[in-house]
């Protein structure tokens, strides 16, 4: 299936050409004649697979019947991420897909953590809202945005967005929105949030599922140590300089320790950033980018970053704490051998975490020979 075939406008065709994009994946091929139709969906595909382009490119197609454009505070196209990062990554994809179309689209991102004005200002004239929730409700209660025209509403990572943590956010936000309108909800993961809240968000959607995560986690090659917590600095900092690891993400249960794991890097020659909730949004975007452009060896994350974002043929991701679900080792070694290319997941545990650690290999069906770091030498 090409591109061409989904009937998408020339300019469309052309940037989707312009970023590299061969033919449509999976995803993108099953969800963009239906989003085309004006159907709800319901997505289950995981970052890496073309999610972003399945609905950007549709709602930017859908958004060229030239119609008198007033310029207003009345998005028409609401997009719900749970990480400002999110929130920029698909925002980049809507100016990129979006470029030089006859009917220009203004896409802009909302998120907190930065300071409330500019927003406001810019604003006006938005087609394409992409927002965190808590900061959305600000903008609205300040009347810098209304909702009451959104047409086509879409939940990026909806299993977090439907989660106890948002809840009240994502009520208010409904109960702004019009009834009449198209929902389309992504997500890598069919939870349970989700099949009970889908119920009430979507009518009569399509439902397409894309792959399955753990047959994907299959591809990822996934080792073992068992490790005490004391030598887990030098065991990291062993292996990345034994073999010359360039990239490499390293994830850890807080933010106190993603700090004193990048600092002791630092310390020892081995440039590290770390990035997490608490970090201001210029560092996390920072880090972020530097990271992405293999200017920084390693970056040292919570889960928070395992989610979304998406960095191409990471060859490397480090569990120096183990996470608490078996949900979230799937989307932290998930960040890596993606695209068919090769990657390596590697995996501290304490004697204690044994028990624990049993239980997520079970729940992704893998076996990982653990090799004990008291036999090697570092
Ligand atoms: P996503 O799942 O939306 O996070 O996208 C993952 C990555 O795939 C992004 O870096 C996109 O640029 C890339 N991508 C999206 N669609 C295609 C495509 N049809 N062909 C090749 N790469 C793509």
Known sequence: MSFKALQLHPTLLTNTTTLGYENP??????????????????????????????????ILQQMQTPAIR??????????????RELAVQVTEVFKELGLNLPQPVKSMAVYGGVSINPQMKALYGVDVLIATPGRLLDLQRSNAVELSKVKTLVLDEADKMLNLGFQKEMEEIFGLLPKSRQN???????????????????????????????????????????????????????????????????????????????????????????????????????????????????????????????IQELP?????????????????????????????????????????????????KRYMEMIDSDLLDF
């Open 316 to 364: 490397y991701v480090i569990n120096y704490e183990l996470p608490r679900s078996p949900k979230d080792f799937v989307h932290r070694v998930g960040r890596t051998g993606r695209a068919e290319s090769e990657g390596l997941a590697i995996t501290f545990v304490t004697r204690e975490e044994t028990a624990h650690f049993k239980v997520i290999l079970k729940k992704m």
């Open 184 to 310: 389309l909800l992504f997500s890598a993961t069919l939870s349970h949030q989700l099949t009970g809240l889908h119920k009430v968000l979507l009518t009569n959607p399509k439902i397409i599922e894309i792959g399955n995560q753990v047959d994907e986690a299959e591809l990822i090659n996934l080792s073992g140590y068992f490790v005490g917590d004391d030598r887990k600095g030098p065991l990291l900092r062993h292996l990345i300089k034994a073999q010359n690891m360039q990239q490499v993400l390293v994830f850890t249960s807080s933010g106190v320790k993603a700090d004193k794991v990048a600092g002791k890097l630092s310390k020892n020659g081995i440039p590290a950033l770390s990035i997490h909730g608490k970090k201001s949004q210029s560092a996390r975007l920072g880090a972020l980018e530097k990271f992405k452009s293999g200017a920084l060896q390693v970056l040292v994350a919570t889960d928070l970053i395992s989610r979304g974002i998406d």
């Open 25 to 58: 994946t999976p995803i993108q091929a099953q969800a963009i004649p239906v989003i085309l139709k004006g159907r709800d969906l319901l997505g289950i595909a995981k970052t890496g697979s073309g999610k972003t382009a399945s609905f950007v490119l549709p």
């Open 70 to 83: 007033k310029r207003n505070r009345l998005p028409k196209v609401l997009v719900l991420v749970p990480t």
